[in-house]
T-cell receptor, first 115, second 113 residues
Framework: NAGVMQNPRHLVRRRGQEARLRCSPM?????VYWYRQLPEEGLKFMVY????????ESGMPKERFSAEFPKEGPSILRIQQVVRGDSAAYFC?????????????FGPGTRLTVL | GESVGLHLPTLSVQEGDNSIINCAYS??????FIWYKQESGKGPQFIID?????DKRQGQRVTVLLNKTVKHLSLQIAATQPGDSAVYFC????????????FGSGTRLSIRP
């Protein structure tokens, strides 16, 4: 049973470009969460999604950031017009519906570097 | 300019000794707590969890203690091994809420040979 998968593992963008991060949850999981981590810090919640629905986006910056979890395919975190402050590790987690989202299992992360 | 994050507190332990990592949580309404281990360059790995109706839970070589009175959580690792070197995060959530996890600031565990 494959774990949470994220790609790319490393992404380099120049200021002003778009970054697109993908997350495939564990098989059978319908809840997806995105977190951001700066060096030497804990993970900070960004957004929680279920299929075709954004449930909680209280941690998402108001501008330039968006997320989706379509009926088919991976969840996507999109960052438009990236700035250097967006450089961080972005982690996706998933949990099964029966679990109510208590235990979240994390992917390996995407490390975004903005030049 | 480049931002500088806070240095993580570090716990240095002799190989074979027991490790105790402490955490204070913030939300009195939290009733579900998790410990994660994060190795360099990897995502957080679930270690053990505990619900607020318990004060102790044991796993393989790990024990979590919960003191709701003072909002304190600890992780004990028995017979610490080199592979235990990592950053350990406590995290809190509300059981069954299917909501965000709130992470603590983390502790770096370093093993001396």
């Amino acid at each position: 049973n494959a774990g949470v998968m994220q790609n790319p593992r490393h992404l380099v963008r120049r200021r002003g470009q778009e970054a697109r991060l993908r997350c495939s949850p564990m098989k059978g999981h319908s809840h997806v969460y995105w977190y951001r981590q700066l060096p030497e810090e804990g993970l900070k919640f960004m957004v929680y999604l279920q299929k075709e629905n954004i449930i909680d986006e209280s941690g998402m910056p108001k501008e330039r950031f968006s997320a989706e979890f379509p009926k088919e395919g991976p969840s996507i975190l999109r960052i438009q017009q990236v700035v250097r402050g967006d450089s961080a590790a972005y982690f996706c987690a998933s949990s099964p519906p029966a679990n109510g989202g208590d235990t979240q299992y994390f992917g390996p992360g995407t490390r975004l570097t903005v030049l | 300019g480049e931002s500088v994050g806070l240095h993580l507190p570090t716990l240095s332990v002799q190989e074979g000794d027991n490790s105790i990592i402490n955490c204070a949580y913030s939300n009195s309404a939290s009733d579900y707590f998790i410990w994660y281990k994060q190795e360099s360059g990897k995502g957080p790995q679930f270690i053990i969890d505990i619900r607020s109706n318990m004060d102790k839970r044991q796993g393989q070589r790990v024990t979590v203690l919960l003191n709701k009175t003072v909002k304190h959580l600890s992780l004990q690792i028995a017979a610490t091994q080199p592979g235990d070197s990592a950053v350990y995060f406590c995290a809190e959530n509300t059981a069954g809420s299917a909501s965000k996890i709130i992470f603590g600031s983390g502790t770096r565990l370093s093993i001396r040979p």
